[in-house]
Each structure stands twice: as structure tokens, then as C-alpha cells.
């Protein structure tokens, strides 16, 4: 569920109409809603509140700080991958306790960062990262919290390139090194192992897999434990897939998967963590865009939008689905027909959909691509030269600019010509 509905035939995010927010913003725009975020985040709370638990989310899905700040003050964790999102944790207020750190490639620089900063956990993915955390933390007098990010090679059946749980994939430590791995953590001086984590990729629609996957965590603890190491926490990562059509598809909801890790290692006595992106961001976001021109192709016909592949990049990249929508609701009844749906950008790969049956809407009218909280702004880039499109959030009947358009000034003034030239 979400709070995107149209009331009196109009679009609203919450209370607020989106033509309001497009006439102050201009078009695109990304629009998130925070009892949507509120709503997806409690659900998480609420399955797994039977077992002590700490919900990080993933905020490579969307990191605006003001939904960071959103999510912090409900008591939120953050997972984050990069120097960059641990600075934005930070400017949210999420103190350092509340942060995991993820990631195959963390340097020197990042990992004292985190270290002087506050940092609950560093999930490792490898020995060499494990040997230089250590010598990083040795070298500022602390030790460094860890858990290991195990490759259990399950197959998350999910798009290839949002796996990440194959013994092929680049992430985690194969299982089954996982002893002499925390042997040697044991024997370093600048870690200290407090749990396990697991991550087997995204936008997955069954249980099964996870499930697979956890047992073998299961099995891994006790193991671990038997040969003397405290865990204490296990950090289930993220994953669980979202609706993005209205009709045929059903993905497990939390309340079913929060059952599922009680049944599965509730009774380990560890602290649960997660890392949720998707499920909290992605319904809790639309992009809106506006209608520049409709083109009559050759046996077809184009609907050119203001946004583009830069702006939302999902279509292009993954030939992901989002349903598009107009903004002003068609009385029932009313005619469709199919529309290649476009961007302005000069690739053929920046098509939103093909053929996709629309109401007729014309140049000037907004349509809304919904399920676009997740990996969308975040995905954005300035191809073409084209600004990134801003962030609004609502809550209620208000709202807020929480990113702004940069102006074509600040993009070119980043470019500098050297005095050579
Ligand atoms: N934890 C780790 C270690 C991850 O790598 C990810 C996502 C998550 C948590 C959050 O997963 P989620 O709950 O959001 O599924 N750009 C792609 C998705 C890439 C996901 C990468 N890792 C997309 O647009 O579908």
C-alpha cells in the first residue's frame, strides 16, 4: 500500500495534488511520501518484534538525508556502502552505533573514517579488506567490531545483475571458509567477530531462497560458536522484492518473512539485523514528468517525455517494469492505445516501455512512474548535460523541496579549462 491515490480525479501524494508540486517545482521531479516510508520501515519493526532487532536501511536506495533523518528519528539503522553514505548517515543523525558498513571495496580512508566516526559493524568480504581493517584499527588504538559476509551459494532467482549470492558472484567469503576466516580474525589484533551477515540480492519474490540461505547461517553459527567465537548478531541483508505491476505480482510481504526468521534462527539468541532498501523506498516514490511531445511514428506512436534514461535509468538497465500513470485520472471508459514511451536523450536505449497501452494524453499533461523511490535518484546521472531532477517530499498536506534543481551555473562551473589551453 501506498499514499498515491487520486481524489477528484487528480493524483495526490498524501493530501498534497501533484500539479500543485509541479507548478512550484517544475517537471521532472522525484516525489516520496513519509507515511509510505514510515508505513514500509514499521512493517519490518513489526515482523520482527518478537526477537530483538535492529532494522539498518539501505540507504544506496535512496539517500536523501531529510528520509534518512525521516527513518533515524523512528529509530532506524542505516546500511551503507561507501565513505559518502556514511557522511550522510552522520549529517541525518544516525549516531554511529545505528550504522553497518557494506561494500567489496572499502579503503583505508573509509574504514577510519567509520572508525573514528562510530560505526556499529564492518561486514567483510574479503580476507585482504580483513587484514587492512585491522591495521587500520591497530594504527588509531581501537578495535574494529566485524561480522563476515558469507557467500552461501544459493540462487536468489532473481535478475542476474541484482544476485549476489552465487559462489560466481563477487560478494562475501564461499561458506565454507568461513572457520578459518574467523580463525584468523580471532588472531588479528584490530577485530573483534560479533556475528554473521548474509546478502543474496535484491528484488526477491519468493522466501525459499532466503530461507536456504539462513539455514546454512544457522548451521554456521553453531559451528562458530563451538569453536569459541561470541556471535551475537546476525545481519540478514536486504532483498525482499516489491509489487511493481498493480495486478499479477504478489512478492512475500514482511510480516511472512519476519515468521520465517523466528522459525529459522529464533532461537539462537542473536540480535536480528536487516537491511532493507526496496521494500521501505521504492512504493514510497513516484517520478513525475511532463508530456513534451506526442510523435506519430511510423506504426507507432511516441510518447516524448521530459525525463529521461538519466533521471530513471531501471527501464534501460534491467528492463524493469514501472507503470506510468496520468496525473489527471481518465473517466472510466475511457479509450487507450499503446505509446513507446520516451526520454529526450539521443540513445534508442532510453525507453521507459514499449507499447504500452495508455490513456490518451497529450503535450503539457504530467504522467507518474510509480514505484520509483528505490534506485532511482540515487541511479541518476547528468548524461546530456541534463540537470538532476529534484526530490520533494510530503508529509500530510505539506510539502518540501529536499533536493533542489542544481542550475545550469553549477554544472558548468564544475568543469575547470586548464591554463595550458
Ligand atoms: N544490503 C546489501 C549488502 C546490498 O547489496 C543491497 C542491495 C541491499 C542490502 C538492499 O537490497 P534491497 O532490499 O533494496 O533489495 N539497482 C538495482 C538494485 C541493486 C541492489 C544492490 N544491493 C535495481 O534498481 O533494481
Known sequence: MDH???????????????????ASVGTPFYVYSAATLTRHYRLFTEALSPMPHLVCFAIKSLSNIAVLKLLGDLGAGMDVVSGGEYLRAKAAGVPGERIVFSGVGKTREEMALALTGGIRQFNLESEPEMRVLSEVAVSLGVVAPVTVRVNPDVDAKTHAKIATGKSENKFGIPIARAREVYAEIAR?????????????????????????????????????????????????????????TRSNEAPPLPT?????????????????????????????????????YVKNGEGRDFLILDAAMNDLVRPSMYDAHHDIIPVTEPPAGSPTQPFDVVGPVCETGDTFAKARELPLVGAGDLVAFRSAGAYGAVMACEYNTRPLIPEVLVQGDHFAVIRRRPTFDEILARDTIPEWL
Not at 11 to 21: G, K, R
Not at 215 to 226: D, H, Q
Not at 263 to 289: H, K, Y
Request: aromatic share 6%; with cysteine.
Open 4 to 22: 498515491f491515490l487520486y481524489r477528484n480525479g487528480i493524483l495526490h501524494a498524501e493530501d498534497v495534488a501533484i500539479p500543485e508540486i509541479a
Open 188 to 244: 588479528l589484533p584490530g577485530l573483534k567477530a560479533v556475528g554473521i551477515d548474509v546478502h543474496i540480492g535484491s528484488q526477491l519474490t519468493e522466501l525459499a531462497p532466503f530461507e536456504a540461505a539462513f539455514a546454512k547461517v544457522r548451521e554456521l553459527t553453531g559451528l562458530l560458536r563451538a569453536d569459541g567465537h561470541d556471535i551475537q548478531r546476525l545481519d540478514l541483508g536486504g532483498g525482499l522484492g516489491i509489487p511493481y
Open 256 to 292: 511472512d518473512y519476519g515468521a520465517m526468521i523466528q522459525r529459522t534462527l529464533g532461537d539462537l539468541g542473536c540480535e536480528i539485523e536487516i537491511e532493507p532498501g526496496r521494500l521501505i523506498s521504492g512504493n514510497a516514490g513516484l517520478m513525475v514528468s511532463g508530456v513534451v
